[in-house]
């Protein structure tokens, strides 16, 4: 079973940087589409970035267009997400998740594009 492992979360202040990352098991993370969500208190799932499985293609919720880039490393299954100039706005739980039915040059931005779910990082930005 893939799993999706999500590390880097924790506290930061307001104008800060913090990168998160997320390990997935197996051999196929070259093949997914991946994606980072977010999730605060109260509000439903949001859309943060995407990363297309050829790596060429990404696109960003516009909250974060500037702030935040999001990569890949398919020699150890990882995604990254690099967060600067962080707003007290940007704190929730921030999961990654995974999709092999995507193209392989497209990432989706909605949360029922993607199968394969980690279990999220908490990150908290303080004013």
């Known amino acids: 079973q893939v799993q999706l492992v999500e590390s880097g979360g924790g506290l930061v202040q307001a104008g800060g940087s913090l990168s998160v990352s997320c390990a997935v098991s197996?051999?196929?993370?070259?093949?997914?589409?991946m994606g980072w969500f977010r999730q605060a208190p109260g509000l439903d799932r949001e859309f943060v970035g995407g990363?297309?499985?050829?790596?060429?293609?990404?696109k960003y919720a516009d909250s974060g267009k500037g702030r935040f880039t999001i990569s890949r490393d398919n020699g150890k299954s990882t995604l990254y997400l690099q967060m600067s100039n962080l707003k007290p706005e940007d704190t929730a739980v921030y999961y990654c998740?995974?999709?092999?039915?995507?193209?392989?040059?497209?990432?989706?931005?909605?949360?029922?594009?993607?199968?394969?779910w980690g279990q999220g990082t908490q990150v908290a930005v303080s004013s």
């Open positions: 990363i297309s499985a050829s790596g060429t293609n990404t």
């Open positions: 998740a995974a999709s092999a039915a995507l193209s392989y040059y497209y990432s989706g931005s909605m949360p029922d594009e993607y199968e394969l």
């Open positions: 197996g051999r196929m993370f070259s093949l997914y589409s």
